[in-house]
């Protein structure tokens, strides 16, 4: 079996209900539905430690690939296989995508609030919620774009319904999770969705995943992304 807590590497459970936890970490008490086996919880911040790192990065980077962008930055330390940290990546390099791709934008300001808005939605929202934190990143993406708010009319539909096509992708594969399978659907849902509302053309390439061996629930063939799938990307 591959790692998945952080404390003893024991592969995770998730309960039916929210119990009250004591983060092994910070010991910082708080309820969830996860932990490890043999009874680890490491909360949503103790998870994403290191993050401050996404802004200075994101400010420098260059490219006009969102899925690039993501790449990198899911190969620092304080990414994870899975977790919470992806809720805050996928809208960073989208934000910064877009930036380089000439859309007008004050990104430190965007990626702050992206940062802000990320953190907020916890671990194993796509199976509890049946709202997946990598579609829900997209739509704050959107939202941060179009300055939408709960009274907003036009921005508030596109906010939306950026979250709705992420999701319906991600849906239309199936489970169980995996963070990084749902990230690049995201962002593929986002790229269309963007160039049809904002006019903005990100650079997508063919997405091969390389990380499917380090997941304990990769679903192989049925992943787009496999190396072993053989349906062309679009």
Known sequence: MKEECLICQAPLEYLETETLMECALCHRQEMSQTRCINGHYVCNECHAKGMDAVIGYCLNETSKNPIEILDYMMSLPFCHMHGPEHHTLVGSALLTAYRNAGGEIELLKALKEMMARGQKVPGGACGFWGSCGAAISTGMCMSILSGAT??????????????????????????????????????????????????????????????????????????????????PQS
């Open 150 to 231: 709960p009274l907003t009319q036009e921005s508030w539909g596109q906010s939306n319904l950026m979250t709705a096509r992420s999701l319906l992708k991600i849906g239309e594969v199936g489970g169980p999770r995996c963070c990084k399978r749902n990230s690049y659907l995201s962002l593929q849902a986002a790229a269309e969705y963007i160039k049809e509302t904002k006019g903005v053309t990100l650079e997508m390439k063919p997405i091969v995943c390389h990380r499917s061996d380090a997941n304990n629930q990769c679903i192989g063939k049925r992943c787009p992304f496999h190396p072993s799938h053989t349906i």
